[in-house]
């Protein structure tokens, strides 16, 4: 067949709707490029994490994953992200009317998004399982939303992480924490008591603290109806909820509330929008400048201790902050292995060119490693809710460790992934340039880099029982690293000083916790190979902090093999 007639039956299959995109152009065939990825099980095809599940969650964990890995790897579910990111949130003041609204509208994808998240109960299986696998369904569950959208999870993980804080009080009415079980998704700005289900948001800091919230200058006032709130909040996430954690001053110093969007009257609480912030990322999600105009609020809590019952909250979201960056990971992984796989160099396709493997294999490994961590924290924060003390000062120290060192590794590997694609991973419609501009947020939120190696400090200071937890946690895998031997043996010559002598060394501490406790996990449960290139990589004398630099004699195509999509 001649080509002319060739690109005739390309333009005639396709104009009928057989298959996609025409091959033939003006001037030139379309060649050497991938074809558009097909619909995949996020859960199924990722063996690491399969394999993980199995060894830290029951197995009603594993189905609930499977079902909610098939649909977030959807086409649809993934064109839900990309639309939801062009169609950011629009602020409405005023009806046209002239009447105070204070309403943020969000694009439709954006509402599938959450309801696909509520309704598999991100936000709440936690505490509807606790004890019984709910942390380590959250976290995996956390793990695969984030390969749909980042974006949205924020409002899902301050909804999960409000009940820890919402229970410590028992004043507070039943249909809060109801309604946060609930995994039906109610974005209708209505009193709570009409609504099937709802979100909570939080707003801390204020233009003059940031993370100091000691500072705070917002009053709480006592009022025939409780009190009011009066101050700013310089950053208020997902403006949208039904009710939001925040802090107050008082005669008693800084105390918790809850400021519902409607107040006790039923009427909409005057809690204004002053702008939503231009992000340079974390486009889906809204976040706000607000001002309490005597806002009514409900205190939760003991008077004078805010920031002790809030506490409640910042360890389940740090987690969650730790949990993302790896999702994202796995999500520009497979995006570069697709693209890879199908496009040739140099006589042979990318992903069998030698330094390419090198660089694909060092990723897969931060991403095992990190989803370990994950998991295994998540594994404490249930085992602690049934008393084990063991497990409770493991839950006090890993979520910092996780969040700290899983951020600082994300933006490296984000433009890393968009190095493998060239020209195409630079444009914004391939999802790394989206999921570039995602990867600080983690590490700003709920504390940035220095404010919690402070609290590891903090932690190892005030709670030795969490550094002991970690010895024991060492002491199985003794002897079977004499890289790993030798890292714990530097940390241990540091940490018998003062914390104040620490200070200098606490962004180290931080990091070669983390990544010890990464190769604890890793020599246990995962294969040799892996862990064996990770101590050697990540903590012996060839050690970069670039990717694509594996000692000689790793197992490459192991490690490859292990990490390709299934689908």
């Not at 996430?237 to 400021?259: I, K, N, R, W, Y």
């Not at 003062?498 to 406790?517: K, N, S, Y």
Request: glycine share 8%; hydrophobic share 40%.
């Amino acid at each position: 067949m001649s080509k002319d007639a060739d690109r005739a039956d390309s333009r005639e299959t396709h104009e009928s709707g057989d298959h996609a995109p025409r091959e033939y152009l003006a001037t030139h065939e379309v060649a050497n490029q991938p074809c558009i990825g097909g619909d995949f099980n996020a859960f199924s095809d990722d063996m690491p994490l399969r394999h993980l599940a199995a060894r830290e969650a029951p197995e009603w964990v594993i189905q609930h994953l499977t079902t909610l890995g098939q649909q977030v790897g959807s086409n649809d579910v993934q064109a839900l992200g990309e639309t939801a990111n062009r169609h950011p949130p629009e602020l409405h003041l005023f009806d046209r009317y002239g009447r105070r609204l204070d309403e943020v509208y969000y694009h439709p994808a954006y509402h599938a998004l959450m309801r696909l998240a509520i309704g598999h109960g991100i936000h709440s299986i936690a505490w509807r399982e606790e004890g019984r696998g709910g942390h380590q369904a959250h976290i995996a569950g956390l793990y695969l939303m984030t390969q749909a959208e980042a974006g949205v999870c924020c409002p899902v993980t301050m909804t999960h992480a409000a009940l820890p804080v919402l229970r410590q009080d028992t004043r507070l009415p039943a249909l809060w924490t109801q309604g946060l079980m609930s995994i039906d998704y109610d974005p209708r700005p209505l009193p709570a008591t009409a609504k099937k289900g709802l979100t909570f948001g939080m707003a801390m800091t204020e233009k003059q603290g940031g993370s100091d919230v000691r500072t705070n200058t917002t009053r709480a006032e006592a009022c025939e109806d409780g009190w009011r709130l009066v101050g700013h909040k310089w950053f208020c996430s997902a403006p949208m909820s039904d009710a939001f954690l925040t802090l107050a001053q008082h005669d008693e110093g800084l105390s918790c509330f809850m400021v519902p969007r409607f107040s006790s009257d039923g009427e909409r609480n005057p809690m204004e929008i002053q702008r939503l912030k231009d992000k340079c990322g974390n486009r889906s999600n809204a976040s706000a400048e607000i001002e309490y105009l005597y806002a009514w609020a409900q205190p939760i809590g003991e008077p004078g201790r805010g920031i002790a019952t809030i506490l409640e909250m910042v360890q389940q979201t740090r987690l969650d902050a730790a949990t993302a960056p790896i999702g994202m990971m796995r999500q520009a992984w497979r995006e570069v292995w697709h693209h890879l796989n199908q496009r040739t160099a140099f006589g042979a396709t990318l992903t069998r060119q030698p330094l390419m493997r090198i660089l694909l294999a060092d990723m897969a490994l931060e991403i095992e490693a990190g989803l370990a961590l994950c998991l295994r924290t998540a594994r404490a924060f249930d085992r602690a809710s049934q008393g084990d003390r063991h497990e409770a000062a493991l839950a006090r120290l890993l979520p910092s460790l996780a969040k700290y060192w899983h951020n600082k590794r994300g933006p490296g590997f984000m433009a890393e992934a968009m190095e493998c694609l060239g020209g195409i991973g630079y444009v914004e419609e391939a999802p790394l340039a989206r999921l570039y501009r995602e990867a600080p947020v983690n590490s700003i939120w709920e504390g940035s880099g220095n404010v919690i190696c402070l609290d590891v400090l903090r932690v190892l200071a005030r709670h030795p029982e969490s550094i002991d937890a970690l010895r024991q946690e060492f002491a199985p895998i003794h002897h079977q690293s004499s890289v790993l031997d030798r890292a714990l043996g530097a940390l241990e010559c540091e940490l018998p000083a003062p914390v104040e002598d620490l200070l200098p060394r606490a962004r180290w501490i931080t990091q070669r916790l983390a990544q010890c406790f990464q190769a604890r996990l890793l020599l246990e449960h995962s294969p040799s190979y892996i862990a064996e290139a990770y101590c050697r990589s990540r903590l012996g004398n060839e050690a970069s902090p670039a990717y694509g630099v594996l000692p000689r004699g790793t197992s490459v195509d192991e490690i490859l093999q292990r990490a390709i999509p299934a689908a």
